[in-house]
């Protein structure tokens, strides 16, 4: 089977969606190497993530064949599908190609979120509009529709109207590093190259309005100062998060708040994880919640908020706080730090989640099941 993916993300896009990506295919040829694999992007650049997908005769790279690159990815690719004989065609963030139905070509497109349809404050005017055009002749036209998350699909069908049964829900993986856990002295040493505290929160993710990171501002200055830990934030941001240091020296918390930009490789943002107290992920909207995932297959306890998608990241035995309410969170915080018992239940039974739901094998076979029942 020649399988053709859409990879603009996966040689452009550093996080989120390039991540997704390049882990898919990646699982796809591992696990299935006799089949082929051909990356279709506008312009293919060497990122230091995406070297294995240049330096190996097991992908096959294709660029543009027109200098307007925007209207190649949309519609002229199907010319360069065909003849390269692609049988089934894969769109790995959100989209398809014009006229792809008609070629004979089967296709899939992953759905990731429809957060402009449901937080449209988050997006100007004609980014929904464009967005909105995009996705709903994606899913329209697609043969299957895979969504990254049970919420996801719930909003396809409600915005879209599409059939449930065009629908699977396969839930996204981690980065490899995450399965596998990191020993006490490598924990010790990111600890002490990032000047890390002993005890501490942890926030990981953009830090913009809908990751929602003011809430945990607001919680911590209504904690005692006994209970108070330091902060850490992983995340960069722009106004937002000018918006969230100002909170913060409102309420005199800037010496209990610890920020990181740029973490020189992943396998220390493990570290800084497994070292976490609890993660607080307090998100207004998730298509997924991939922060959330990774902290439980660290070993740590999680605090999230009650919306979207988050509960099926996180599981039964995280905790859920309403997220306009930091009185919620600030209790949670304090269970947190003084239930011991309650901690470490957390974290083994949100490991053990983990594995179950989000093991990179079963979710790679979920994917390939779906392209067999398409091409053979």
């Not at 899939?108 to 464009?130: A, G, W």
């Not at 708040?257 to 992920?281: D, F, G, P, T």
């Not at 009650?306 to 304090?334: F, Q, R, V």
């Not at 979710?363 to 779906?370: G, S």
Request: with cysteine; charged share 20%.
């Amino acid at each position: 089977m020649k399988i053709g993916f859409d990879a603009k993300r996966l040689f452009c896009n550093t996080t989120g969606l390039g991540n997704y990506s390049r882990s898919l295919v990646h699982n796809l040829q591992h696990f299935h190497p006799e089949q082929s694999y051909h990356l279709f992007s506008p312009e293919a650049r060497r990122l230091a993530n995406t070297e294995a997908f240049f330096d190996s005769d097991k992908f096959h790279t294709h660029e543009s064949s027109v200098r307007l690159k925007a209207y190649w990815r949309s519609f002229s690719i199907v010319n360069d599908l065909k003849k390269s004989g692609i049988d089934l065609y894969h769109g790995l963030s959100n989209e398809l190609p014009h006229k792809l139905q008609q070629s004979g070509i089967k296709s899939v497109v992953t759905i990731h979120d429809l957060i402009f349809k449901t937080n449209p404050e988050t997006y100007s005017l004609s980014e929904r509009l464009v967005y909105d055009k995009k996705f709903q002749y994606a899913c329209h036209h697609a043969d299957k529709i895979v969504a990254i998350s049970e919420n996801t699909k719930q909003d396809i069908i409600r915005f879209y109207g599409i059939d449930p049964q065009k629908i699977e829900v396969i839930y996204q993986v981690c980065n490899p590093i995450f399965y596998q856990l990191r020993s006490q002295a490598e924990n010790e040493s990111v600890r002490q190259q990032y000047h890390l505290p002993d005890r501490y929160f942890l926030s990981v993710g953009s830090v913009e309005a809908r990751k929602n990171v003011k809430l945990i501002i607001k919680a911590y200055q209504q904690l005692e100062q006994k209970d108070i830990i330091p902060l850490v934030i992983v995340g960069k941001g722009g106004h937002y998060k000018e918006e969230v240091k100002a909170m913060i020296s409102q309420y005199q918390l800037t010496q209990h708040i610890v920020w990181l930009e740029n973490l020189s490789h992943n396998l220390h943002l493990q570290s800084i994880y497994q070292m976490a107290r609890a993660v607080i992920y307090p998100s207004f909207y998730e298509g997924f919640g991939l922060p959330i995932a990774e902290a439980l297959l660290s070993q740590t306890a999680v605090i999230a908020a009650n919306t979207s998608s988050l509960k099926e990241a996180g599981g039964k035995n995280s905790i859920y706080i309403d997220p306009n309410d930091a009185t919620e969170l600030a209790e949670a915080m304090i269970k947190i730090l003084n239930d011991e018992q309650l901690v470490n239940k957390m974290k083994l039974t949100g490991y053990e989640y983990a594995h179950q739901n989000f093991d990179t094998q079963k979710k790679t076979e979920e994917m390939f099941a779906i392209y067999k029942s398409l091409v053979i």
